[in-house]
């Protein structure tokens, strides 16, 4: 007797409990927005935005993913700053010379030449004039730095090409030419 009751009891729950499911409309969505995300046009006016028609402009100070600062400035006086008080975070196992020549030879060379005599094709063919030799330079690491970041003249930066790393690793690369000039 006592099973037919607990057979009744547990088939009453089964249906109690299959009779307020229903696949068509559930009955309770948490963020309903991620279920049923509202669609909006490229360009178009919304209110999703405060001032109801421009995106959002980032937080003032923030930077972008993966940008490291540089706290001296694009003058002269930021130049000599650099130049004078600028060193490489790099270590000694950080400078990689194969990976400093591979990426002079691909930004560098075609100005400044191979071996950083300022005659490298683009000079030879007298595209570009006046392109100095690392010979003739008094440089620092933190002047190469600071010129590759921002470039100087007629060399334009190269910060949106090589990472700072890189930056680093091609100034260890031209300050060796220099001392084989």
């Known amino acids: 007797m006592k099973s037919v009751y607990k057979i ?15 696949n068509a ?12 995300s509202v669609g909006y046009e ?8 405060k ?10 100070g923030s930077l972008d993913r993966g940008t490291v600062p540089y706290e001296y400035e694009n003058s002269t006086a930021g130049y000599e700053l650099a130049k004078a008080n600028l060193k490489s975070p790099l270590e000694t196992m ?3 010379l194969e990976k400093g020549k591979e990426l002079f030879e691909i930004y560098c060379a075609t100005c400044h030449g191979n071996s950083g005599n300022g005659k ?12 100095p030799s690392y010979k003739d330079r008094v440089i620092t690491e ?9 470039g100087i003249n007629s060399m334009g930066s190269h910060a949106n090409q090589l990472s700072a790393q890189e930056r680093w690793i091609v100034a ?6 220099k001392s084989e000039l």
């Open 8 to 22: 009744t009891l547990l088939f009453g729950i089964t249906i109690l409990v299959s009779s307020c499911h229903n």
């Open 25 to 36: 409309a559930p009955n309770y969505q948490y963020f309903p927005n991620m279920y049923e």
């Open 42 to 49: 490229t360009y178009a006016e919304s209110n999703a935005f």
């Open 51 to 60: 001032n109801g028609k421009e995106g959002q402009l980032p937080a003032e």
């Open 94 to 96: 950080d400078k990689d």
């Open 120 to 131: 490298g094709k683009l000079v030879e063919r007298e595209k570009f004039l006046g392109v």
């Open 142 to 150: 933190g002047s190469i730095f600071h010129i590759v970041t921002y």
């Open 172 to 177: 260890d690369y031209v300050l060796k030419l």
